[in-house]
């Protein structure tokens, strides 16, 4: 089984709001990732975790959350965003350094 | 710095054509190079290279790595509308930083 499931498939969101993305794997993959991706760009790291600690932030600005509850689970809290951080928000997770997997995605739309 | 560069940007063909993707990079410490695929949403997973010379393959799909001279290709033979798609190349250097490249565009037409 190699599936990261990611909730919800969509968001509207106001400016002023607060919602999380969440993120689901089973595969005992120690590494779980964020990654937003823009149309027509490749995704774009933005955070992650190994064995339930944060080791990587790429300067992402504070209304970006994240939050690793346990090895299988990672969630991202949006908190005040502005309509430039529409996007798609993906989830991945890897064996150590190997192979990423991808969740579905997150279309958030911020308005 | 690592970077990693792909080629053509975009490529429009006929079914049933071949095409051959490049992805070429510079890296400080190389893991492994990973080819993706890319329809609506989010990345599939189609071949991990580690080892130069080795081709990989998985039906009408087959990728080879060359470490001496710093690329990949992923050949497509028999093309089908299916497979149109961004097709996506990213480079772990085993630091949990994957860095990808911006992806080739290819339109398959019937």
């Known amino acids: 089984d190699t599936e990261v499931t990611q909730t919800p498939k969509h968001l509207v969101m106001g400016m002023t709001n607060k919602k999380s993305l969440k993120c689901e794997q089973h595969m005992g993959h120690r590494a779980m990732y964020w990654y937003k991706q823009k149309a027509k760009k490749p995704p774009e790291l933005m955070f992650v975790y190994s064995y339930e600690k944060l080791s990587i932030n790429e300067s992402v600005p504070s209304r970006f959350s994240p939050e690793c509850p346990n090895s299988s689970l990672l969630n991202l809290h949006l908190h005040a965003l502005q309509p430039e951080d529409s996007a798609l928000y993906l989830c991945?997770?890897?064996?150590?350094?190997?192979?990423?997997?991808f969740g579905p995605g997150t279309r958030l739309l911020v308005l | 710095e690592d970077k990693v560069v792909q080629s053509p940007l975009s490529l429009v063909v006929h079914e049933g054509d071949t095409v051959t993707l490049n992805c070429s990079y510079e890296v400080t410490n190389f893991r492994s190079l990973l080819w993706y695929k890319q329809e609506k949403k989010a990345p599939t997973f189609l071949f991990m290279l580690?080892?130069?010379?080795i081709e990989k393959k998985s039906g009408r799909l087959s990728s080879i790595l060359d470490k001496k001279e710093l690329f990949s290709i992923l050949n497509i033979t028999a093309t089908q509308t299916g497979d149109s798609a961004v097709y996506l190349c990213?480079?772990?250097?085993?630091?949990?930083?994957?860095?990808f490249g911006t992806g080739t565009r290819l339109k398959v037409l019937a």
């Open positions: 990213a480079l772990s250097s085993g630091t949990y930083k994957y860095i």
């Open positions: 991945a997770s890897s064996l150590d350094v190997g192979t990423q997997y």
């Open positions: 580690t080892s130069s010379g």
